[in-house]
């Protein structure tokens, strides 16, 4: 076998180990997949009534944002398990055996994607259960899907990076849930210009109201405009900062 194949297989691996321990672990089950579930059905019966969206549908109109929450979301539980990867020692105990190093964080990433996204797939299918109406076609589909999936592997590898760097589990989900925090600060719940001046300059140029109009544009067979681009731009950007920095604060920890 060659190189690369040993290392996609210690890759497959690792990827299959988050996924067990997912399944193991009730509180990132909960994070990842129940409650941003939760969230879409609270934002919609709870306060979808008292919000104006401009004559959408709030359930078409919230879909988008609650498809962010559920990246937010996801950042804090592999912060957590990176972290606890490199304090519990099993890290060293990774170094005493045949496997590829890189494929250590990838399979937290790609886990991560991977189970991110079946939690998303299913606040999809119950907002169509509940309401939600999307006016689209199977390219535009496609496209939202691999903007999503973009979204969670450049997240991923960020809050891999805030794993590494923080001192301890509690401190690395403190830090991760900051990004979970984006989404409210962004078009995904109240159009933006309900927001006083000062914030809307924010929101207009953060990361998360490029991607959430973006999203909205393709559901609902809307013009995305330069939305589009610009969301490619900052995630590539992110997974490619994230990625650097989560490596190099691993080959420190794990040198010798």
């Known amino acids: 076998m060659s190189a690369i194949t040993y290392a996609l297989d210690d890759l497959q691996t690792m990827v299959g180990r988050v996924?067990?321990?997912?399944?193991?672990?009730?509180?990132?089950?909960?994070m990842t997949?129940?409650?941003?579930?939760?969230?879409?059905?609270?934002?919609?019966?709870?306060?979808?009534?008292?919000?104006?969206?401009?004559g959408v549908k709030y359930i078409d109109y919230v879909v988008p944002g609650i498809i962010l929450m559920g990246a937010g979301y996801s950042a804090s539980a592999i912060a957590v398990a990176v972290n606890a990867d490199m304090s519990e020692g099993i890290i060293d105990r990774f170094r005493t055996m045949a496997i590829s190093r890189a494929s250590v964080l990838?399979?937290?990433v790609i886990g991560s994607?991977?189970?991110t996204f079946v939690g998303i797939v299913l606040?999809?299918?119950?907002?169509l259960a509940i309401g939600f109406r999307p006016t689209t076609d199977a390219v535009r589909w496609?496209?939202?899907?691999?903007?999503?999936?973009?979204m969670l592997y450049a997240v991923a590898w960020l809050a891999a990076g805030i794993g590494l760097s923080a001192g301890n589990a509690s401190g690395a989900a403190s830090m991760a849930s900051l990004l979970s925090l984006l989404p409210f600060l962004s078009g995904a719940f109240v159009p933006t210009s309900t927001m006083p001046g000062w914030l809307q300059v924010f929101t207009a140029n953060q990361p998360m109201t490029h991607i959430e109009d973006t999203l909205r544009g393709l559901l609902m067979d809307t013009s995305v405009g330069d939305h589009g681009w610009i969301s490619i731009l900052w995630l590539v950007g992110i997974a490619l900062?994230?990625?650097?920095?989560?490596?190099?604060?691993?080959?420190k920890k794990t040198a010798g």
């Open 19 to 30: 996924l067990k321990h997912t399944t193991r672990n009730p509180s990132t089950l909960i």
């Open 33 to 54: 997949i129940l409650l941003p579930l939760i969230v879409l059905l609270l934002f919609n019966y709870g306060f979808g009534g008292a919000l104006d969206t401009g």
């Open 106 to 108: 990838s399979g937290h």
């Open 113 to 115: 994607t991977l189970r």
């Open 123 to 127: 606040v999809v299918v119950i907002a």
């Open 142 to 150: 496609l496209a939202a899907v691999g903007l999503v999936l973009l």
């Open 241 to 251: 900062v994230g990625y650097l920095w989560s490596r190099s604060l691993f080959n």
